[in-house]
Structure formats: structure tokens, C-alpha cells
């Protein structure tokens, strides 16, 4: 298992059209196959995604999805600072 926490800090001006296009991101990830959880978190500016990915090849395979290549290009301009992606390992 492969578990991804992303953190997405937006404008408080593109709060809204930042939180809309995570929402259809999310929507489009749960159908792959290899997704095993793909939950959306709000506080504030900041959105955090969990995710949680079968293997290694099936979240490669997400990485290039269409849907996901276009939120990140659209979304640069409505973030605050760099997004921030993390890949953990589970310790207990």
C-alpha cells in the first residue's frame, strides 16, 4: 500500500474554484482501478488530499492521467505556495 498526503494552500480569493476542481479530481480518481482511497480535506485555505494507492504501477498510472496533469497546470495560478506532495510510509 502506497499512502500520498497532498496539501493544496489557495488564495483566499480562488478559494472556491480551487475547491471545485478538487472536487472533480477526486470524483475522476475514485473510478482507477489502484485507488484504494482518495478523501478530500478542508481548513480554512488549505485543502489536504489522503491518498491511498494499490501499488506503485497503479499510482503511475494515475500520474498521467489526463484529469490530473490539467489541475495541476490550472491550478498553479490559484495556490498560495508550491503544492506539497508527501509519500509515507505507515509506521504503526
Known amino acids: 500500500m502506497i499512502s500520498i498526503t497532498a496539501l493544496f494552500k489557495s488564495k483566499p480569493e480562488n478559494k472556491e ?7 472533480h479530481l477526486v470524483t475522476e480518481t475514485r473510478k482507477e482501478d489502484a485507488c484504494v482511497r482518495y ?14 494507492w494499490q501499488d506503485q504501477p497503479g499510482l503511475d498510472i494515475h500520474n498521467n492521467q489526463p484529469y490530473l496533469l490539467d489541475f495541476i497546470a490550472k491550478s498553479e495560478s ?9 509519500k509515507t510510509v505507515q509506521i504503526l
Open 17 to 23: 474554484q480551487l475547491q471545485s476542481m478538487l472536487n
Open 39 to 52: 478523501d478530500l480535506h478542508h481548513s480554512e485555505n488549505v485543502f489536504i488530499i489522503w491518498e491511498e
Open 78 to 86: 490559484l495556490v498560495s505556495s508550491p503544492i506539497q506532495v508527501y
